[in-house]
Structures are given as C-alpha cells and as structure tokens.
Nanobody
Framework: VQLQASGGGLVQAGGSLRLSCAAS????????VGWFRQAPGKEREFVSA????????TYADSVKGRFTISRDNAKNTAYLQMNSLKPEDTAIYYC??????????????????WGKGTQVTVSS
C-alpha cells in the first residue's frame, strides 16, 4: 500500500486547509485510514481515523469540532478538512492505513502503512 498526502501549506490562524491522501491499492476500501501529525520536537500524535466504509470516525480531543475526516473509496482517497486552524496545529501531517479487520477506534499506537507527510504551518 502506497500513500501520498498532499494539500498542506501556510495559512493564517482561523483559516482552513483540506488535506488529501491518495492510495495506490486495489482494495482501498479494506483499510481504515488515519491522519497523524508531528510537530518539531514533539512525538507523533493521532489526529483522526475513519473506518473502511466511512461510517465511523474518531478524533483527538484537540481537533474535535474543527477537523473532519472523510473518504471516497471510488477515488482511493481520504481527506482531512481542517477549519479554525490554530498555530498549535502546525506540524507535518501523515496519512496512514491499517490492515486489521474491523475498526478499533484506537489508533494512538499507529497504523500499518504510512505515506510521506505534508507540512501544515499556521501563522498567528
């Protein structure tokens, strides 16, 4: 499974960005997908995840109500809509996919496949 995140950039506080995660796999719908981020000097942290069908989502408390995860299995793509961005959201954002059957809802430990990240910078 190959994943490629895109859509990062520089935005002012309060602004919005939409990240995309394109997957090169025939059975994209078999995988839960997640977004993680890592800020300079900090450990990687879980941001959000979505089940294979898109019917179940999970968010970190720090982004609830501001970020929305979604997916389009026909396009082998997942998205992260980020609104009301704050300077503390500045990080490299990574998308990931999990091959485990079912949806655990707890992906703080990571997932099985990772893409290269995309930089998100929020200025104050």
């Amino acid at each position: 499974v190959q994943l490629q995140a895109s859509g990062g950039g520089l935005v002012q506080a309060g602004g919005s960005l939409r990240l995309s995660c394109a997957a090169s796999v025939r059975t994209f719908s078999n995988y839960a997908v997640g977004w993680f981020r890592q800020a300079p000097g900090k450990e990687r942290e879980f941001v959000s995840a979505i089940s294979w069908s898109g019917g179940t989502t999970t968010y970190a408390d720090s982004v609830k109500g501001r970020f929305t995860i979604s997916r389009d299995n026909a396009k082998n793509t997942a998205y992260l809509q980020m609104n009301s961005l704050k300077p503390e959201d500045t990080a490299i954002y990574y998308c990931a996919a999990d091959k485990s059957p079912g949806y655990s809802g707890d992906y703080t430990g990571g997932m099985d496949y990772w893409g290269k990240g995309t930089q998100v910078t929020v200025s104050s």
